[in-house]
């Protein structure tokens, strides 16, 4: 109607807007119907009908908006609102259902729309594989205030929790840990998990971590999350059975700094053979003989810096070990690899590319092929020596002969009333108090004497020796240790060689000043200590600090030998010559009660340094060349003798 008043009348249009058409700060919107309500030229009301699409739900799942203004009732309304069953293909979550406080707004900010979500409710997990069947289930998923927005950051979980089994190819599982997962630019829902698919203790038990990713992208100038991928994380497989049992893990890795992309994986095996019954009137009186031996296998494989590379390291253990002539077969190791290289051994099998027996594995191109063989025997009519070899050869990639390394050990354990004339030593000892050895042993020790019949003395020795053809190097090292009444006489020392001709370096040393030899008793409250070193080359790095007991005792810092020395050498570090030192430490302590407790304690030290070095050019004092023809000598000798009595509160 068209007056004198003005115009008049409902106006009203379809389909203005199209999903593909609308966007509001990258979600995708429609107007599907449009009303205008207008009096004398005056809007008196508007409505608008459509649909906005969520960026984490599937493309043809939308939520129906309503906008309203009535000027009659001052009222202005836009609500959306929220339907069951909608999927989010991101997360491969289905039947996704809403609980009350879940909204969808829209704030008109600066003549903007600005939608976005805070939803709360529940899914199904469901990721099934190319022919249908179900990788994982998890129905009862929670979630709490999934946030959506048009901004930065455009997801995130609050909480998600658990309230049904959840399945992994069709076995119910334990949950470990459930959460919300970032990296990069995905998000996703991890699960770290525990099954057991016998239901039983002695059955096979499983352990698997994973993460369900989903990524933002922009298509048609709209957001969208979509399914990125499944990463599996650490798995582990074992099982436990009569007379056998199995371990298995699997570690895949990505992105690593130094090991790049791939997986590890490592499996052990034990199988014992329980011993048999004699048959009748076989004149056997013992019968079959039990037998039992273990494997262990890992396995690395991976790329990184635009190379691949592998390795594979198995060690196998029997006993009772097989008889061969002269000596018995307990165990065999061996391996194979390439473009890495084995830079540690002793080293914690937790860690990434570790084996089983504590070999590190690292990558290194410059490496062809690497094959590694060893034995472990022991010698036939007694337990008490054992020892084992291993040999590796390294390849590069023509073909030639890049490195050769040993390694050899011996290990002898003798039972303490095995040992020759220790009776006589300890009785020479004890002769006042007429004393046998386990006598001694108990009173010195603390223990009751049952707790000495299985006392063992046992002394090791490992020798190495590597050639190295590229790098012109020889190292060789020998490395001991011995333990006599199970830790009452302790010792050990490493002696080493090396001869670099590619960086002109030489040595030859029977321990350090940081790492000397040493032989150490402890007699109950007496403790002492011998120790000694001898260094040779032209490698030693500088003169040996002050002992860190009498810088402490002087309050002074434990280098301030050194310091004093650099500070007037500029900086000496490294020099040729020969340095030596030897020391004792005693000490004791007690506490007894002599109507009152007493305490006491006695501290000596005593040693000395020694040595002369000769330094490069570059070294000066006070700007000319010190010592005769830069030839410096030293020698230090310290005695420390440190006694405290009195009362004490408690012994």
């Not at 959460?179 to 991890?190: A, E, M, R, S």
Request: aromatic letters at 12%; one cysteine or more.
């Amino acid at each position: 109607l068209i007056d004198r008043t003005g115009v008049s009348g409902a106006f009203a249009a379809i389909n203005v807007l199209t999903l593909e058409e609308g966007r509001m700060q990258k979600w995708a919107f429609s107007v599907d119907k449009f009303e205008l309500n207008v009096l004398k030229s005056s809007l008196v009301g508007m409505k608008i009908l459509g649909r906005v699409e969520l960026p984490v739900a599937k493309e043809t799942q939308t939520l129906a908006y309503t906008g309203e203004f009535n000027k009659m009732k001052n009222r202005y309304a836009l609500t959306v609102g929220l339907v069951d069953d909608l999927q989010f293909p991101a997360f491969s979550a289905v039947d996704v259902t809403f609980t009350a406080g879940s909204f969808v707004r829209i704030d008109i900010i600066d003549e903007e729309f600005y939608p976005s979500a805070n939803l709360s409710g529940s899914l199904r997990l469901l990721k099934v594989d190319s022919s249908g069947k179900k990788d994982i289930e998890a129905p009862g998923l929670i979630f709490e205030e999934l946030a959506l927005s048009s901004f930065a950051p455009h997801i995130n979980f609050r909480k998600l929790s658990l309230s049904a089994s959840v399945h992994i190819k069709g076995t119910p599982v334990t949950i470990k840990e459930l959460g919300f997962t970032k990296k990069d630019d995905l998000v996703g829902i991890y699960l770290s998990v525990d099954c057991n698919l016998d239901g039983d203790s002695s059955g096979i038990q499983a352990s698997l971590g994973c993460s369900i990713y989903g990524k933002l992208v922009e298509t048609n100038d709209k957001h969208k999350f979509k399914f990125d991928h499944l990463d599996l994380k650490d798995g582990a497989l074992g099982g436990k059975f009569p007379g056998f049992e199995f371990y298995g893990s699997f570690r895949p890795f990505e992105g690593n700094a130094e090991f790049g992309t791939g997986f590890e994986a490592k499996l052990k095996l034990a199988v014992q053979m329980k011993p048999g019954k004699p048959e009748a009137g076989s004149g056997d009186s013992e019968g079959k003989k039990g037998f039992s031996f273990e494997i262990d296998a890992f396995g690395i494989f991976g790329g990184v810096n635009d190379y691949r590379y592998w390795a594979v390291d198995v060690n196998t253990d029997f006993t009772p070990c097989i008889t061969l002539s002269a000596l018995s077969v307990c165990g065999f190791s061996g391996g194979a690899y390439r473009r890495m290289a084995i830079t540690e051994t002793g080293a914690d099998p937790s860690q990434l590319g570790v084996s089983m027996r504590g070999n590190q594995y690292k990558p290194k191109q410059n490496v062809g092929l690497g094959i590694r063989a060893g034995v472990r025997v022991q010698f036939s009519g007694t337990k008490s020596l054992s020892g084992s070899a291993m040999f590796q050869f390294q390849f590069s990639d023509n073909g030639s002969l890049q490195q050769v390394f040993f390694e050899g050990s011996v290990e002898f354990q003798v039972p303490m009333d095995k040992v020759p004339g220790l009776n006589k030593v300890v009785g020479a000892i004890s002769k006042y108090a007429d004393l046998s050895v386990d006598k001694v042993v108990t009173a010195l020790k603390g223990k009751n004497e049952s707790d000495i019949v299985g006392c063992q003395n046992t002394a090791k020795a490992t020798a190495t020796i590597m050639l190295n053809f590229e790098e012109k190097r020889f190292t060789s090292a020998l490395v001991f240790t011995i333990s006599l009444y199970n830790g009452l006489l302790v010792g050990s020392g490493k002696a080493d060689i090396l001869a670099d001709f590619k960086k002109n370096e030489f040595h030859f040393n029977i321990g350090t000043y940081s790492d000397r030899v040493y032989l150490a008793a402890k007699l109950g409250n007496f403790k002492a200590e011998v120790n000694t070193y001898t260094m040779l080359g032209n490698d030693i790095s500088g003169f040996p600090p002050l002992k860190p007991e009498i810088a402490s005792f002087l309050n002074l810092p434990d280098n301030k030998i050194e310091l004093d020395a650099r500070s007037h050498q500029q900086n000496i570090e490294t020099g040729s010559g020969m340095l030596f030192g030897a020391g004792v430490k005693i000490n004791y302590e007690d506490c007894k009660w002599f109507g009152v407790n007493i305490r006491a304690k006695v501290d000596f030290l005593a040693g000395f340094d020694a040595g002369f070095l000769k330094f490069d050019d570059s070294k000066r004092c006070n700007g000319e060349k010190f010592g005769i023809d830069n030839w410096y000598n030293m020698a230090r000798f310290y005695l420390l003798l440190n006694m405290e009595v009195g009362r004490h509160k408690k012994c």
